[in-house]
């Protein structure tokens, strides 16, 4: 066989068709308890890396938690929680989440902060200060297709909690 020039302009012309097609194919969105699931995960991730910027890129406008709290109070308390000590490490576990509709989310998950280094949950209360909490909220999604949390409630855990 013989490549022509005709041959491999046509062969490539067959492969960005290609491309295209699985580019612009349809994609299945994830389901609510994936969606925020999701959501909270990468929350927590842009948290030790202290981009407190994006954390509440996923806080809605209309945040309120059951002590009164707003958007910006949960920002200046994050930052200070983030930014305070050389390393911050968070561990988030015990996800659940509930599909209330197709746009809205129940959740309740522990979220364990670190000052330390440590790599694995097991090694962190060997090495720094903790602060655990339980917080049970609601993730929405809102009109520009973002889930949001809109709601929340904090409890702060007890070290034997978390055993």
Known sequence: MVLTRARVV????AVA????????WPREEPGVKDAVTRRIIAMTRSAEEKNVGEVM??????FKT??????????????????R??????FTTDIDVHEVSPTQGDFQARF??????????EDLA????????????TFEKEPDGEWRVVKAKQRRLDPSELL
């Not at 890129?57 to 209309?62: D, I, T």
């Not at 364990?112 to 694995?120: L, N, T, V, W, Y």
């Not at 060997?126 to 909220?137: D, H, M, Q, R, T």
Request: proline share 0%; no cysteine.
């Open 17 to 24: 068709a290609a491309a295209l097609v699985l580019f612009f």
């Open 126 to 137: 060997k090495e720094s200060v903790l602060n655990a909490y339980s917080i049970e909220g």
């Open 85 to 90: 000590g050389q390393w911050v490490r968070i």
């Open 10 to 13: 046509s062969g490539m012309a």
């Open 57 to 62: 890129e996923g806080v809605s406008e209309r």
């Open 112 to 121: 364990i902060f670190g000052r330390s280094q440590a790599d694995k949950l």
């Open 66 to 83: 059951t002590d009164g709290w707003s958007k910006q109070d949960v920002r200046g308390i994050l930052t200070a929680q983030v930014l």
